[in-house]
């Protein structure tokens, strides 16, 4: 059995890090992912890890010595939030083209401007095309749970990886959690074994080449089928992590989906507020579902495809803009994999909400409920691209 | 080491190999064999480079020029890069997971290292880590086309500081980055250049890469093509600048400044500016204002050296 | 996988290119012939070399051979780009440079 604490979700992070006791952490603080390096240097002045910090000055700089790191042969870890991470994304870019199995922790915050320290997605949403796995918790136990399965899963296609959740909402709310023991900690996540590094013994290695046309498209054909094949190790990882712990894991979560005709699609802590909103609503005898996506890199197409195609209406819901006149990213990703496998009955709508922090009531799902059986009934889809909860 | 005579010095190991791409007569890759010859038999190098001619030229897929390991990242980023291998050596060394020893060059452009790569720099100066950052100082943006930078010198004429009918080139004096290193307390910084038989820079080369801590290296690598001055004159356009103490040889060891080389008769700058093209304007009647005033800031600055080095 | 550099031709497949195109190996330009960019180059008159070795850090192509009892040998020209920096810095006129006739 596991021991049972109370924990922040950044906390979580940061013990989960010092149970894997990496060989370099570089690190600038930023509201709300601040206290995981604070946490995580307390433990390194403390001799309670044998990892090197690097106080750098700036998340680009940060992002650089992650690079510098793993690419030397140790696991590198950092942690950041919003304009921190946009400041890190052409490192992102190269982290993920260099194929080093960083791994990064993103409490999630809005990005500036107006400037805005709460909660949504736009910094991690803002990143998703730079080549990063990237998982998604709902609460506290799944950021933890998460981090522990994060190396394992970047590692095995050496890609980097992003562990996300949302902004104070888990990162400085406690919560009851699970850990689990150091020792099988260690023993899950492994020693770290490059087949080549630039400090590997009786070997030169040079990193970050320019790559001409004749070569750079089969490179980035290489990253692409890299993200591809993680789908298989995240299953794979995540029955081990069941098979230690009992909570298991996959591309998406499924909550009363078998029977469902209304669905919403949904990241991070919100989909805790819309499961209460479906408890509710199925007692008034509804047929409402929600699928949460915990793993948004790679995208789970053929999941959300087997989870919607039955449902009569579903809406996306977006905590970000893309500012495309049309929709958030999360309903084109979603759009895309329906079309793509051949689903086309389902009515979809896509909802921005929780912007900045704004709240996301368990009443504001059950609007969203609302619109869907109007949908369902009348056959009318309406404007596909609405605000939630938006005064005016 | 410091004993070395030219023959031993280039007997050393080189280690930046032929097939390289930059230019013919190039400044930077003299600069760096030079420094990477420094390193003793048995000690490792890994290398980081800021995105600039000198890393397009010497790793372009899948040829690298580099005979130890390296790294570039990008072109903001080369000192942090470095600083996380360094560290991640540190974290294998304490684990037992490594026996060789390993020495942590990093070599920059001006524009990665005096501007888009300061921060960087800076950062990783302050915090202490076991380093050598080389600057191959070439007065301008070359890679994407000869730039400004803010190391060009006053007046220099480049594609974004032209010398046009009312603005006479780059309205701006150079910055004094070697300065603003020894202002980071670290314990070795030392400017220098080729010349002769290289003794000068080699010296520097070891002792910057064998001092503990971070230690900076500032060389004036000039760009025939950016200086517009024939390739085969690379040795007297250095020689100039430190004749007419433009560019003057330092090292500042714990703080103290001590002046490597004092010109016997010191030439005005007129010498060293007529040789390249970038200066060419300054010479035209009307604007001899140019020169005196370039001469007045290199005097004023010379003077400020010799202050700080005692004489 | 061997992950030679020889081996990733302008031809190589994308399954077979070296991940993150990194290499595995030091010194792979060594290879690449530079000489051809020439249009002049250096021709060292050995009756008048000194062996006093300036020439030789000069050389921004290590083109400059120097033998283990510390002399230097003639030049690399598959490398040598032709710059002239050897033939100035010569005190003794040993190197001259003359048009390249490939």
Redesign the interface.
Known sequence: MGIRERLSGNEAVAYAMKQINP??M?AFPITPSTEIPQYFSTYVDNGEV???F?????E??AM???????????R?ISATSSCGLCYMT??LY?AA????PITLAVSCRALSGPININNDHSDAMGVRDAGWLMLFAETNQEAYDNYLQAMRIAEAV?LPIMICQDGFITSHAIENIELVETEKVKAFVGEYKPA?Y??K?G??????????P??Y???K??QA?AMMDAREVVYKVGKEFEAMTGRGYGMIESYQMDDAEEAIVIIGSSAGTAKEAIKRLRAQGRKVGLVKVRVFRPFPVLEIAEALKNVKAFAVMDKTDSFNGHCGPMFAEVSASLYAQGVTAPKGIGYIYGLGGRDVRVESIEKVFAQLEQISKTGEVGETYRYLDVRG | MSSDTLKENVMREERLSGGHRMCAGCGSPIAIRTVLRQLEPGDHA?V??ATSCM??ST????Y?A?????????F??AA?????????????K??G??D?T?KFITFGGDGGTYDIGF??L???M??GHDMVYVCYDNEAYMNTGIQRSSSTPHFADTTTTPAGKVIPGKLQKKKDLTKIMVAHNVPYVAQTTFIGNFKDISEKAHKAIYTPGAAFLNIMAPCPRGWRYPTEKLMEVTKAAVETCVWPLYEVIEGKYTLNYMPKNKLPVAEYLKMQGRFAHMFKPGNEWMIEQVQQEVDKNWEYLLKSCGL | MSWKASE?T?D????D?T??????????SAVVETGDWRTTKPVLALDKCKQCLLCVPVCPDMSIPVDQDGKRGDFNYFYCKGCGICAAVCPFGAITMVKDEK
């Open positions: 060989g370099v570089g044998d990892t090197e690097i106080a750098v000055e700036s680009h700089s650089s010595t992650c690079i510098g790191a793993q690419a030397a042969g140790c590198a052409e490192m190269v083209s260099d194929r080093l050496s080549h630039l400090l013994k070997e030169s290695m040079a990193v970050g080449a320019y790559a001409t004749a070569y498209m089969e490179a054909r290489q089928q | 890994v980081t480079g890393e397009v790793f372009m897929y899948p690298t580099w005979k130890d390991s390296f790294i570039h990242n990008a903001a980023n942090a890069t470095c600083s996380g291998v360094e560290t991640a050596y540190k974290a294998l304490k684990s997971k490594l060789d390993y921060q960087s800076s950062g990783a302050e915090r | 990733m302008p190589v497949k994308w399954q290119i991940p993150g195109c990194n290499i595995f190996e030091g010194s792979t």
